[in-house]
């Protein structure tokens, strides 16, 4: 199940985009149940049945059969990059699976979102690309998704601290005005246009976000420097990777080595103990492999 990258800018709880970092799950028929645990955040992760893996498994089936489990997590664990989005993912099509597949995508798809709450990241682990959701009248949710060309890059900066998604949520206000409304219709649907067409150089034009940004990069320690930096740099775009602490700048393969040592430079200066990683949009989504 690979991490994902959302919102990117104004498209809050609608965008998801996949990216090269993995969630793997390994599951064998055993005597008793067990779990282990290896990889980013293990500290973090739950090995009872708070653990969303098992949660998922349990919708699907009614109950946790006895399993021998084991899961490798490389996905950054300080938040952003959709790591239980992608844990629930597998707990879904793991349970699908030993229930031999007896529920569509679509009812995956719908059940993963009420599990995580919204859709960006599980729909962008399950099916790859670049993923638009939208909630419908009758309470469930359409996607569309569709390839990202890999000439575009993301240099992550990865915080020592770690964004509670509730308290980014409890952060934003309950209304906004209609011209930000606007304003974030108009970008969110230029965005989505630069990437289905590869008009990416519209990507620094389209970022704009009037919603939640503003509110929750003050969560996040130094991202105005950041973003200035990555700009100067040559990057399209800078944003907070879902609700943070996570952020990242968008930009074309020619410039990602220099967005990322000005990234570096910048956290030695300010003495942080934060790093940095370069990412690529993956156009598959999870997969299944039955021995």
Same mark, same amino acid.
Request: proline letters at 4%; one cysteine or more; a neutral charge.
């Given at each position: 199940?690979?991490?994902?990258?959302?919102?990117?800018?104004?498209?809050?709880?609608?965008?998801?985009?996949?990216?090269?970092?993995?969630?793997?799950?390994?599951?064998?028929?055993?005597?008793?149940?067990?779990?282990?645990?290896?990889?980013?955040?293990?500290?973090?992760?739950?090995?009872?049945?708070?653990?969303?893996?098992?949660?998922?498994?349990?919708?699907?089936?009614?109950?946790?059969?006895?399993?021998?489990?084991?899961?490798?997590?490389?996905?950054?664990?300080?938040?952003?990059?959709?790591?239980?989005?992608?844990?629930?993912?597998?707990?879904?099509? !793991?349970?699908?699976?030993?229930?031999? /597949?007896? $529920?569509?995508?679509? %009812?995956?798809?719908?059940? +993963?979102?009420?599990?995580? @709450?919204?859709?960006?990241?599980?729909?962008?682990?399950?099916?790859?690309?670049?993923?638009?959701?939208?909630?419908?009248?009758?309470?469930?949710?359409?996607?569309?998704?569709?390839?990202?060309?890999?000439?575009?890059?993301?240099?992550?900066?990865?915080?020592?601290?770690?964004?509670?998604?509730?308290?980014?949520?409890?952060?934003?206000?309950?209304?906004?005005?209609?011209?930000?409304?606007?304003?974030?219709?108009?970008?969110?649907?230029?965005?989505?246009?630069?990437?289905?067409?590869?008009?990416?150089?519209?990507?620094?034009?389209?970022?704009?976000?009037? !919603?939640?940004?503003?509110?929750?990069? /003050?969560? $996040?320690?130094?991202? %105005?420097?950041?973003?200035? +930096?990555?700009?100067?740099? @040559?990057?399209?775009?800078?944003?907070?990777?879902?609700?943070?602490?996570?952020?990242?700048?968008?930009?074309?393969?020619?410039?990602?080595?220099?967005?990322?040592?000005?990234?570096?430079?910048?956290?030695?200066?300010?003495?942080?103990?934060?790093?940095?990683?370069?990412?690529?949009?993956?156009?598959?989504?999870?997969?299944?492999?039955?021995?």
């Amino acid at each position: 199940m690979p991490a994902s990258t959302s919102n990117l800018g104004p498209g809050f709880d609608t965008l998801g985009m996949a990216v090269n970092k993995y969630l793997t799950i390994e599951a064998e028929e055993s005597e008793n149940l067990s779990l282990e645990i290896s990889g980013e955040g293990v500290e973090g992760i739950p090995t009872d049945e708070r653990n969303l893996t098992l949660i998922a498994l349990k919708r699907i089936l009614g109950k946790v059969p006895k399993l021998k489990m084991k899961i490798h997590n490389d996905i950054p664990a300080c938040g952003g990059f959709g790591a239980s989005g992608a844990a629930i993912v597998g707990g879904l099509l !793991l349970g699908n699976q030993i229930a031999d /597949k007896k $529920i569509c995508m679509t %009812d995956i798809y719908n059940t +993963a979102i009420k599990i995580e @709450g919204h859709p960006d990241n599980v729909s962008a682990a399950l099916f790859g690309g670049l993923v638009v959701n939208a909630h419908g009248d009758d309470g469930t949710y359409s996607w569309i998704n569709f390839p990202v060309d890999r000439k575009l890059k993301l240099v992550a900066v990865l915080p020592d601290i770690k964004v509670e998604t509730q308290a980014a949520r409890k952060i934003l206000p309950d209304s906004i005005s209609l011209s930000e409304a606007v304003s974030n219709v108009q970008h969110s649907s230029l965005l989505v246009a630069a990437f289905a067409s590869g008009s990416y150089g519209i990507i620094k034009h389209a970022v704009r976000d009037k !919603l939640h940004e503003k509110y929750r990069k /003050k969560l $996040i320690p130094h991202y %105005d420097e950041f973003a200035k +930096a990555a700009l100067d740099a @040559g990057a399209l775009a800078f944003t907070i990777s879902g609700a943070g602490s996570s952020c990242v700048a968008f930009c074309l393969h020619y410039r990602d080595r220099m967005v990322r040592e000005t990234f570096d430079n910048l956290i030695d200066k300010m003495k942080l103990n934060w790093r940095t990683m370069v990412l690529e949009p993956v156009n598959k989504g999870a997969e299944i492999l039955a021995h």
